[in-house]
């Protein structure tokens, strides 16, 4: 199973030969350097404040930068909303795991609503299967890349695991520059601008849901979202680190993330932790809800239940 | 200034030997840098690193090479807390390969990183470093620290040989004192950076930081033993069997410390038998019919047990032939142990379960041997710099002509 995700997509490979044309490319790159580097290089973009330091008006600045950028690389407007949490509202998840039937419709909705690379293939959600009648939650054991004619498959079941937005999140201890955090509605966002690309919160997180662009993210034209808040879809840049955001450009304007709007069986349920009338409070309440890993204390908003 | 110029000259000139070694060097440097260079433009695709394994190669050396830079400490202990004569008179190729060691460190992180021009943002003041909650914030801080107090211990002992004069340790032996425990304090917080985590049970055991800082104890003074009789074929410089008896001694007691919490890491994980001892099963014995490490553990522990014995054993430590062969065992036992060894299985099966085999391409190689290279020429250009100065030699050239 490990075999698949081991192709190196793009087909960069180095073998023995490299190494002398290497060597002549680090002479030639050298000397073609200055010239290079200032082509790409953004003394704005350098300079850029770490998102929670910046006024109103910086922010806008920045904005309309990074939207004239997208604009002129996608050749279609792009819009870049700093809408912020709402007073009052504390995002939490639910998935029942008794509905999912694996069909993996969440985990593409996903990839289109947040602009995530499709070559190399970043996902956000991962779906695991599970052998029914085994040992529950062997996670050793799962497989991420199943591929069957149909779902649900006889005898398995299944789990999707994405960020869980803990409440106390290694992720955000880890970050050696903070440029991740936990918003005041609980989503634990990055600062693409601000993110070194260290790696360090993706060794934190129990949960697998942090991504790396390993390269250039690409996304095609035609299916860029257009829609785009700052710390969550808008496109990213190679060497950082992106998960999912509850998608906080939809779920700050009052929509359900896409993943809970797509799935064809009802398994996704979202809504207001501090609302005691919200669908959510009421599966907590009333289900048999458990959490991914809870002896880490890592007190995740995202609830695992059984509505059947 | 005489001296500094003479010193300088030191550096530029030598017979053909010498020339060969810089100019081989610069060849694998330029190397590591037009590999660099792809990897800047490529992204790290290039790499075998995945979001499964984020970690690999260059981690690994930069766990490693944080352990040699605990040589300096080691010999600073008994050099002037004790006054141990023969050891004082090495203790700067010590405090220069620390320099190397923590300099080799930076580099292996600055190529790890995906956005290394926004590094700045991890400095206090001008960035937004994380501290106290990011252990990573603490490393950067005893690194950097770490390295500044070496340069200046060795810039100092360099401007006072100079002068023709013995430096006046009361100026500093406080320095010298915030060395030692400083020198422990980048091992353990390199070691907790990876103790920390929750999400890793291979790594989130307490036997962590002892374990790094008894292997750092074995490889650094190990290297140290190797470069200080190299200084001593291809210099003036008489460093005394004494030291190196010492030294050699000292590597036998730390690999058995290192050996026995290994012992007892081994005993905690498959007598208990939970499923977190799957990463150390990965180690030994493969996991899944996954055994890329297994090879290279197996040798690492055969390298660790012989320099074991041949440490053990006086005979065999005064031999110079095995205590050499001990050495190098012992140095390549570690760098795996230590490297590779415990970085990847942190990642293995990854908090999911998956397992992702790394194995690091030949771009990371390059880049790699690249900063190796780029260590080596450092350190040779710092000796022979220093070499005259502490010798003597330039302060008599330069009376003369005064």
Same mark, same amino acid.
């Given at each position: 199973?490990?075999?698949?995700?081991?192709?190196?997509?793009?087909?960069?490979?180095?073998?023995?030969?490299?190494?002398?044309?290497?060597?002549?490319?680090?002479?030639?790159?050298?000397?073609?350097?200055?010239?290079?580097?200032?082509?790409?290089?953004?003394?704005?973009?350098?300079?850029?404040?770490?998102?929670?330091?910046?006024?109103?008006?910086?922010?806008?600045?920045?904005?309309?930068?990074?939207?004239? &950028?997208?604009?002129?690389?996608?050749?279609?407007?792009?819009?870049?909303?700093?809408?912020?949490?709402?007073?009052?509202?504390?995002?939490?998840?639910?998935?029942?795991?008794?509905?999912?039937?694996?069909?993996?419709?969440?985990?593409?909705?996903?990839?289109?609503?947040?602009?995530?690379?499709?070559?190399?293939?970043?996902?956000?959600?991962?779906?695991?299967?599970?052998?029914?009648?085994?040992?529950?939650?062997?996670?050793?054991?799962?497989?991420?890349?199943?591929?069957?004619?149909?779902?649900?498959?006889?005898?398995?079941?299944?789990?999707?695991?994405?960020?869980?937005?803990?409440?106390?999140?290694?992720?955000?201890?880890?970050?050696?520059?903070?440029?991740?955090?936990?918003?005041?509605?609980?989503?634990?966002?990055?600062?693409?601008?601000?993110?070194?690309?260290?790696?360090?919160? !993706?060794?934190?997180?129990?949960?697998?849901?942090?991504?790396?662009?390993?390269?250039?993210?690409?996304?095609?034209?035609?299916?860029?979202?257009?829609?785009?808040?700052?710390?969550?879809?808008?496109?990213?840049?190679?060497?950082?680190?992106?998960?999912?955001?509850?998608?906080?450009?939809?779920?700050?304007?009052?929509?359900?993330?896409?993943?809970?709007?797509?799935?064809?069986?009802?398994?996704?349920?979202?809504?207001?932790?501090?609302?005691?009338?919200? &669908?959510?409070?009421?599966?907590?309440?009333?289900?048999?809800?458990?959490?991914?890993?809870?002896?880490?204390?890592?007190?995740?908003?995202?609830?695992?239940?059984?509505?059947? | !200034?005489?001296?500094?110029?003479?010193?300088?000259?030191?550096?530029?000139?030598?017979?053909?030997?010498?020339?060969?070694?810089?100019?081989?060097?610069?060849?694998?440097?330029?190397?590591?840098?037009?590999?660099?260079?792809?990897?800047?433009?490529?992204?790290?695709?290039?790499?075998?690193?995945?979001?499964?394994?984020?970690?690999?190669?260059?981690?690994? #050396?930069?766990?490693?090479?944080?352990?040699?830079?605990?040589?300096?400490?080691?010999?600073?202990?008994?050099?002037?807390?004790?006054?141990?004569?023969?050891?004082?008179?090495?203790?700067?190729?010590?405090?220069?390969?620390?320099?190397?060691?923590?300099?080799?460190?930076?580099?292996?992180?600055?190529?790890?990183?995906?956005?290394?021009?926004?590094?700045?943002?991890?400095?206090?003041?001008?960035?937004?470093?994380?501290?106290?909650?990011?252990?990573?914030?603490?490393?950067?801080?005893?690194?950097?620290?770490?390295?500044?107090?070496?340069?200046?211990?060795?810039?100092?002992?360099l401007y006072r040989l100079s002068m023709g004069k013995e430096y006046k340790l009361a100026l500093v032996f406080p320095l010298i004192l915030l060395s030692i425990p400083w020198a422990i304090s980048i091992h353990t917080v390199t070691a907790f950076l990876y103790?920390?985590?929750?999400?890793?049970?291979?790594?989130?055991?307490?036997?962590?930081?002892?374990?790094?800082?008894?292997?750092?104890?074995?490889?650094?003074?190990?290297?140290?033993?190797?470069?200080?009789?190299?200084?001593?074929?291809?210099?003036?410089?008489?460093?005394?069997?004494?030291?190196?008896?010492?030294?050699?001694?000292?590597?036998?007691?730390?690999?058995?410390?290192?050996?026995?919490?290994?012992?007892?890491?081994?005993?905690? &994980?498959?007598?208990?038998?939970?499923?977190?001892?799957?990463?150390?099963?990965?180690?030994?014995?493969?996991?899944?019919?996954?055994?890329?490490?297994?090879?290279?553990?197996? !040798?690492?522990?055969?390298? #660790?047990?012989?320099?074991?014995?041949?440490?053990?054993?006086?005979?065999?430590?005064?031999?110079?032939?095995?205590?050499?062969?001990?050495?190098?065992?012992?140095?390549?036992?570690?760098?795996?142990?230590?490297? !590779?060894?415990?970085?990847?299985?942190?990642?293995?099966?990854?908090?999911?379960?998956?397992?992702?085999?790394?194995?690091?391409?030949?771009?990371?190689?390059?880049?790699?041997?690249?900063?190796?290279?780029?260590?080596?020429?450092?350190?040779?250009?710092?000796?022979?710099?220093?070499?005259?100065?502490?010798?003597?030699?330039?302060?008599?050239?330069?009376?003369?002509?005064?």
């Amino acid at each position: 199973m490990s075999k698949k995700i081991r192709n190196n997509p793009l087909g960069i490979s180095m073998d023995r030969r490299m190494f002398l044309k290497s060597a002549a490319a680090g002479i030639a790159a050298a000397s073609a350097l200055p010239v290079s580097a200032a082509d790409a290089f953004d003394i704005n973009a350098f300079l850029q404040k770490h998102f929670r330091e910046m006024t109103e008006d910086e922010i806008k600045k920045v904005i309309g930068r990074l939207e004239k &950028e997208a604009s002129l690389e996608w050749k279609k407007d792009v819009r870049i909303s700093a809408a912020k949490a709402t007073p009052g509202v504390k995002f939490g998840y639910g998935l029942d795991l008794s509905r999912c039937i694996g069909c993996r419709k969440c985990v593409y909705a996903c990839v289109s609503e947040n602009n995530q690379s499709r070559n190399p293939q970043v996902h956000w959600i991962s779906v695991l299967k599970f052998k029914k009648g085994e040992k529950w939650i062997d996670l050793e054991n799962s497989e991420k890349y199943y591929n069957p004619k149909e779902v649900p498959e006889k005898d398995s079941f299944y789990m999707p695991v994405q960020c869980q937005q803990c409440e106390d999140s290694p992720c955000v201890k880890a970050c050696p520059t903070q440029a991740t955090w936990k918003e005041p509605d609980g989503i634990v966002v990055i600062d693409y601008n601000w993110c070194i690309g260290c790696r360090y919160c !993706m060794a934190a997180c129990p949960y697998g849901a942090r991504r790396f662009n390993w390269s250039k993210p690409n996304v095609p034209a035609n299916e860029l979202n257009t829609e785009t808040h700052y710390l969550g879809n808008r496109p990213r840049y190679k060497g950082v680190v992106e998960k999912c955001t509850f998608c906080i450009q939809r779920t700050r304007a009052g929509k359900y993330p896409a993943c809970v709007e797509v799935c064809p069986v009802g398994a996704r349920k979202f809504g207001n932790l501090l609302d005691p009338k919200s &669908e959510i409070r009421y599966l907590i309440e009333n289900k048999r809800v458990f959490r991914l890993k809870e002896d880490l204390n890592t007190n995740p908003k995202f609830y695992y239940f059984f509505a059947t | !200034m005489k001296v500094l110029f003479a010193a300088i000259g030191n550096v530029v000139k030598g017979d053909a030997k010498y020339y060969a070694w810089l100019a081989f060097l610069s060849a694998l440097v330029v190397a590591g840098l037009g590999a660099y260079l792809q990897q800047l433009d490529k992204g790290l695709i290039t790499t075998a690193m995945r979001d499964q394994v984020s970690w690999g190669f260059y981690i690994a #050396n930069f766990t490693f090479l944080v352990g040699v830079a605990a040589a300096a400490v080691l010999l600073v202990i008994p050099a002037y807390l004790y006054n141990f004569k023969p050891i004082k008179e090495i203790v700067l190729f010590g405090e220069m390969l620390a320099i190397t060691a923590v300099t080799m460190c930076i580099l292996f992180i600055m190529v790890d990183l995906g956005q290394p021009l926004m590094v700045w943002h991890l400095l206090p003041v001008i960035g937004k470093m994380n501290f106290p909650a990011s252990i990573l914030a603490w490393d950067v801080i005893v690194l950097n620290g770490y390295l500044a107090i070496n340069a200046l211990l060795v810039i100092y002992a360099l401007y006072r040989l100079s002068m023709g004069k013995e430096y006046k340790l009361a100026l500093v032996f406080p320095l010298i004192l915030l060395s030692i425990p400083w020198a422990i304090s980048i091992h353990t917080v390199t070691a907790f950076l990876y103790n920390g985590l929750s999400s890793r049970p291979f790594w989130n055991a307490s036997i962590l930081a002892p374990r790094f800082l008894a292997s750092a104890f074995c490889s650094g003074p190990a290297l140290m033993l190797i470069i200080l009789q190299l200084i001593r074929r291809f210099s003036k410089i008489e460093i005394d069997q004494k030291a190196i008896s010492k030294i050699a001694e000292l590597v036998a007691y730390t690999i058995g410390i290192n050996l026995f919490l290994l012992g007892a890491e081994v005993f905690k &994980e498959f007598y208990s038998g939970s499923i977190h001892k799957a990463p150390l099963e990965y180690l030994y014995f493969g996991l899944h019919g996954n055994s890329r490490l297994v090879p290279w553990t197996w !040798m690492a522990l055969l390298f #660790n047990l012989t320099a074991f014995v041949i440490f053990l054993i006086p005979k065999t430590r005064e031999n110079t032939l095995t205590l050499n062969i001990g050495a190098l065992l012992i140095i390549v036992g570690v760098y795996i142990e230590k490297g !590779m060894g415990l970085v990847v299985p942190g990642f293995i099966p990854d908090t999911l379960g998956e397992i992702y085999e790394y194995w690091p391409t030949m771009q990371e190689v390059i880049i790699t041997v690249g900063i190796w290279a780029f260590g080596a020429l450092f350190y040779t250009l710092m000796v022979r710099f220093a070499l005259p100065i502490y010798t003597g030699g330039l302060i008599g050239a330069g009376k003369q002509r005064s």
